[in-house]
């Protein structure tokens, strides 16, 4: 009986143990008006572009059922929110008092529908939305973006002549067991390099954060995957990577948080592997798709429908009443008392 115990005790701390130990999003830096709960409630993987759009102070179709982030303040918003997508590893070490939550369903995600909302809200402005994903050689750039980080290494090949100049990582950074001449361990120095390079060039350009319309970064990191696949996870290369990485990421979150003064929320998501491919297709404002509607259907309502009905409603509402009112005094009204012109007219003609 004792026994069976001991092994239903183990298997439950084995579960906990899982469960801490497992995939993770990391808020490394966020302005005082953004506060993040201590806890450990987790969040899936497909709800943290909601959850990156309510610290920006966006509206979301559905509330996000989350006590890890607390209410904040109706008139301060976030100048920037930088996420990295970690691949490879389920958790990075980080200081002790940084937020951190387990990270369920990790789907993958894109922070689209975030870039599409400064996009629209801040037409007028010229927000830096980058999107980049360096293994893939997967960029999108958007307002101040393609002048600020124009000169900014992208491809593989593009960044691994970046390593060949002078002040390279491979020069700033003691790798000890990574090598310049492994295929794996330079995708992963090259995605470092990427983010040293951004580091530069916001210190560069800290006229961003005077710009009243918020940024947008969004990098995704698979170095570090390639050196578990080339080495294993108890490979000497593998904890100089991490060790090289998680420095890295906390000298990018001070940067970002320096440039923005302090009104930037920077997260890390790790995740060891992602449960099904992204697949991005190509997309065109002047489609409009209406699959599935077999009987000529009328097209669904935008989530903003809502919004505009009442505007619209009230507005019609308003101008009816203030038309019947204005009949109503007109069609009463006493010429010679309450209006000048004839008050007027019958002095004079008195007068004459």
């Not at 002078?166 to 390099?193: K, M």
């Not at 420095?247 to 302090?262: C, E, G, I, R």
Request: hydrophobic share 45%; net charge negative.
């Amino acid at each position: 009986m004792r026994k069976s115990e001991e092994a239903c005790h183990g298997v439950v701390l084995s579960a906990l143990q899982s469960r801490v130990l497992g995939d993770s999003l990391t808020v490394l830096r966020s302005p005082p008006y953004v506060t993040f709960q201590d806890g450990q409630w987790p969040i899936s993987g497909e709800k943290v572009p909601d959850l990156v759009a309510l610290t920006m102070g966006f509206s979301i179709r559905e509330d996000l059922d989350w006590p890890g982030l607390a209410a904040g303040s109706l008139f301060q918003r976030p100048r920037a929110n930088a996420l990295i997508v970690v691949r490879g590893l389920d958790s990075l070490d980080f200081p002790k008092n940084i937020s951190s939550y387990p990270l369920e369903n990790p789907v993958p995600f894109t922070l689209d529908s975030v870039a599409n909302t400064v996009h629209t809200l801040f037409a007028g402005s010229t927000p830096v939305v980058l999107q980049l994903a360096p293994s893939e050689e997967r960029l999108y750039m958007m307002g101040m973006a393609n002048t600020v980080f124009e000169d900014l290494p992208v491809t593989l090949q593009q960044i691994r002549g970046r390593l060949s100049q002078d002040g390279s990582v491979l020069t700033s950074l003691p790798l000890i067991s990574l090598s310049r001449n492994n295929e794996a361990d330079l995708l992963f120095l090259s995605e470092v390099q990427v983010l040293y390079d951004i580091s530069a060039l916001l210190q560069k350009h800290k006229h961003l954060a005077k710009d009243p319309a918020p940024d947008l970064y969004s990098l995704e990191l698979a170095g570090l995957e390639e050196i578990v696949r080339r080495y294993g996870t108890d490979s000497p290369q593998f904890a100089d990577a991490t060790r090289i990485l998680t420095s890295t990421l906390q000298k990018f979150a001070d940067d970002v948080a320096n440039v923005y003064a302090n009104n930037a929320v920077v997260e890390v998501v790790t995740v060891k592997t992602f449960e099904a491919p992204l697949t991005r297709k190509s997309r065109s404002i002047l489609q409009i798709s209406n699959q599935g509607s077999l009987y000529n259907l009328a097209y669904k309502y935008d989530y903003d429908y809502a919004v505009v009905f009442n505007i619209v409603l009230w507005l019609m509402i308003v101008l009816a009443l203030a038309v019947i009112v204005i009949s109503y005094n007109l069609w009463n009204m006493d010429p010679g008392y309450d209006s000048i012109i004839y008050r007027m007219t019958n002095q004079k003609i008195r007068l004459d």
